[in-house]
């Protein structure tokens, strides 16, 4: 009877754990499906962003100016990962690949800023110091009060510094498929000339191109800031979608082993359950036996 309630607290147990990833799936997935919206409309703006640089350039090519090559790269790096755990291989995947790439790119110093606590640990063992942590506290509005700081970290880097290239490294879910995400690295500055270029030659939708009043250099200056916190927004965004895929991932893996792991319990506690009546059976019959013998 004992090995039968110790089953049977088993099996309570896995049910509670069950119900609890049934739980944490629903809200991940919920999430995830949020931050693929916002991916689509960030997706829209960004035209919208496109479209202003290039009236601009249209007009003002002398805007481009031209971009030296230094010799001695410093670069620094914003790496997004998970504030929350549970989510398999995230944060271990985009620490892999943004110290995979750095080391590849010939930097006379390098600076790092983690976006989400649990990837510090994976890129301070693979020997890359992270100089601040910001937290993210979950909500649209959190989103933007973190942009900010990293654009203050980032002009505090370029200032006083010395750092002439930032890039972002962060995890964007794939096309097509719900629950994968593939690492992802842009550069966030300075914003690459031949796109500028690009921008400037290419031919405008409509034959009425629009106009505009305002100073030219300060408008143009005003698109670059603000297409640098959308690219900065944008790698957030698709870095949390990604984080709730993933945790999607995990916890419908971890329902299937509880589903399995039930099953066996199941089995097992039936299987005792029923040696307990048979041998208690058997104890009646044999007494039975012995009082008619007599």
């Not at 997935?29 to 496109?50: P, R």
């Not at 593939?182 to 405008?204: A, C, Y």
């Not at 009425?208 to 957030?236: C, H, Q």
């Not at 506690?269 to 059976?281: D, G, K, N, T």
Request: charged share 25%; aromatic share 8%.
């Amino acid at each position: 009877m004992a090995e039968l309630e110790r089953l049977k607290a088993k099996i309570n147990n896995a049910r509670d754990l069950q119900s609890i990833v049934k739980i944490m799936k629903a809200i991940s997935s919920t999430n995830m499906h949020e931050y693929e919206l916002a991916v689509k409309s960030l997706g829209e703006y960004s035209k919208t962003l496109e479209r202003g640089l290039q009236i601009v350039l249209m007009t003002r090519k002398d805007l481009l100016g031209t971009r030296s090559v230094a010799e001695k790269r410093c670069l620094g790096a914003v790496i997004f990962g998970s504030e929350q755990g549970l989510c398999g291989n995230f944060n271990e995947r985009i620490a892999r690949f943004a110290i995979d790439n750095m080391d590849e790119m010939a930097c006379e110093d390098r600076r790092a800023l983690a976006v989400g606590e649990r990837v510090i640990d994976r890129l301070e063992e693979a020997g890359l110091p992270v100089e601040a942590h910001f937290y993210f506290s979950g909500d649209y509005i959190g989103i933007s009060e973190v942009m900010v700081g990293v654009l203050e970290r980032i002009e505090v880097w370029r200032l006083e510094k010395g750092i002439d290239e930032v890039v972002l490294f962060y995890n964007r879910p794939v096309s097509g498929l719900s629950s994968a995400f593939t690492p992802h690295m842009t550069q966030l500055f300075p914003l690459d000339l031949s796109w500028l270029v690009g921008l400037s030659e290419k031919r405008w939708l409509s034959r009425s191109i629009p106009t505009y009043s305002m100073d030219a250099n300060i408008l143009f200056s005003s698109l670059v800031k603000e297409y640098l916190f959308f690219s900065l927004y944008r790698a957030f965004v698709e870095s949390l979608a990604s984080e709730n895929a993933s945790r999607l991932s995990s916890m419908q893996a971890a329902e299937r082993n509880i589903e399995e792991h039930l099953i066996e319990l199941t089995t097992d506690f039936r299987r005792q359950r029923q040696e307990a009546i048979s041998s208690e059976l058997l104890d009646v019959i044999t007494g039975f036996e012995a009082l008619s013998s007599q």
